[in-house]
Every structure is written in C-alpha cells, then in structure tokens.
C-alpha cells in the first residue's frame, strides 16, 4: 500500500521556524521526485520545493528561495522541508508529492497534507 505521510506542522510565531517531514512507504522511494505544494484557504495548491530522486537537484518558488530548504534521506524512505523565517503568508496546508516519469506515463502519490499556521 503506497502512503506518504507529512509531520511535522503547527502553529508558529512569525519569524519562527518548523521542519516538515513526509515518510513514504509502499513503493521505491528512490526512484522518485518528491514536490513540496501548499494550499491556502481559497488559493490554488502551488509548489513550494522539489528535489530529484537521488537529491542532486533542488527547486525552490521564489515566495520561499532563502528561507527554505527541502532534503531527503532515501535510507529512511523521509524527505524533510526546512521552514525558517515564516510568515504568516507561509500559512497553508503542507502537501508531498512522489512523482516518476516513465516513458509516457507519469506516476503521482499524494499525502494528506500537514497544517502550518504562522500567526502571532
């Protein structure tokens, strides 16, 4: 059974900072991209940080460039996102995403989303 599970989330003072972390299971994990997306209330779901399968490349939005930074550990089957400096336009449901390319056909697994709410 694939899952993909984020932790990690909560509620944070501007400024302050939070690790998400998202474990994957049922599948190769290392053979994956894993996409870091938040949804705010009313908004479109929109890609904070990627990086490749073997972590050789990482992607960033601009709105998060410098102040996160997105890693993995294909031994723990765990990708992890570093939040440091939020603010409360960081406030979002936290989603991962596994993703591979196969010749024509594209493979998504989703998880269910960790909250994260910068407020003072």
């Known amino acids: 059974q694939v899952q993909l599970v984020e932790s990690g989330g909560g509620l944070v003072q501007p400024g302050g900072s939070l690790r998400l972390s998202c474990a994957a299971s049922g599948f190769t994990f290392s053979l994956y991209d894993i996409l870091w997306y938040r949804q705010a209330p009313g908004k479109q779901r929109d890609m904070v940080a990627t990086?490749?399968?073997?972590?050789?490349?990482?992607n960033y939005a601009d709105s998060v460039k410098g102040r996160f930074n997105i890693s993995r550990d294909n031994a723990k089957n765990t990708v992890y996102l570093q939040m440091n400096s939020l603010k409360p336009e960081d406030t979002a449901v936290y989603y991962c995403?596994?993703?591979?390319?196969?010749?024509?056909?594209?493979?998504?697994?989703w998880g269910q989303g960790t909250q994260v709410t910068v407020s003072s």
């Open positions: 990086i490749t399968s073997a972590g050789g490349s990482t």
């Open positions: 995403k596994a993703h591979r390319r196969l010749l024509t056909l594209n493979y998504d697994y």
